[in-house]
T-cell receptor, first 115, second 111 residues
Framework: ETGVTQSPTHLIKTRGQQVTLRCSSQ?????VSWYQQALGQGPQFIFQ???????GRGNFPPRFSGLQFPNYSSELNVNALELDDSALYLC??????????????FGPGTRLTVL | GENVEQHPSTLSVQEGDSAVIKCTYS??????FPWYKQELGKGSQLIID?????GEKKDQRIAVTLNKTAKHFSLHITETQPEDSAVYFC??????????FGKGTRLHILP
């Protein structure tokens, strides 16, 4: 167990709806990264949050947004859901210091199905 | 753009034999190469990682080798056991920021 938790475990939404996924980082970590894993693919980087600010973003549209809270937990929000958003969403926590990150530890993921 | 290629996509080996998974990366600035094991319902578990200042690292039955010149790195599992059956992902990153993953290798350990 990595100590990284995500909620909910599973979620079903319809096209056009909005969704919020949550992640609690491992104790002592200050950075959270979010990844999208489509079926049969490797995870793809969405964005990273460090000290409550976005610290790098992958090739995802603005309807994917996030937040990091003072306790370093994080949310991923997706607006105007599309069928292709159906995937496993993974968060990973790590410790960042002096501009350099450390090993990322993944949570179990949230399985999102968009109908 | 940055890319990690992983082969094979599926691998079946007899229990007790060795398994090798190979990856290549495109960004020469990558300096950190983790390997993750993904089992259904268990998320992605870091099994071993290697940094660019090291050519090889071993942890019990698992070893990883890195050739920075060729931009290749490989995972070796010896004396495979049924619990090694899973999907394995190689990955590359710079300073442990954005991780670029391969597409995964489904490893089957045959009895």
């Amino acid at each position: 167990e990595t100590g990284v938790t995500q909620s909910p475990t599973h979620l079903i939404k319809t096209r056009g709806q909005q969704v919020t996924l949550r992640c609690s980082s491992q104790s002592g970590h200050n950075t959270v990264s979010w990844y999208q894993q489509a079926l049969g693919q490797g995870p793809q980087f969405i964005f990273q949050y460090y000290r409550e600010e976005e610290n790098g973003r992958g090739n995802f549209p603005p309807r994917f947004s996030g937040l990091q809270f003072p306790n370093y937990s994080s949310e991923l929000n997706v607006n105007a859901l599309e069928l292709d958003d159906s995937a496993l969403y993974l968060c990973a926590s790590s410790f960042r210091r002096a501009g350099v990150g450390d090993t990322q530890y993944f949570g179990p993921g949230t399985r999102l199905t968009v109908l | 753009g940055e890319n990690v290629e992983q082969h094979p996509s599926t691998l079946s080996v007899q229990e007790g034999d060795s398994a090798v998974i190979k990856c290549t990366y495109s960004d020469s600035a990558s300096n950190y190469f983790p390997w993750y094991k993904q089992e259904l319902g268990k998320g992605s578990q870091l099994i071993i990682d290697i940094r660019s200042n090291v050519g090889e690292k071993k942890d019990q039955r698992i070893a990883v080798t890195l050739n920075k010149t060729a931009k290749h790195f490989s995972l070796h599992i010896t004396e495979t056991q049924p619990e090694d059956s899973a999907v394995y992902f190689c990955a590359a990153s710079k300073n442990d920021d954005k991780i670029i993953f391969g597409k995964g290798t489904r490893l089957h350990i045959l009895p």
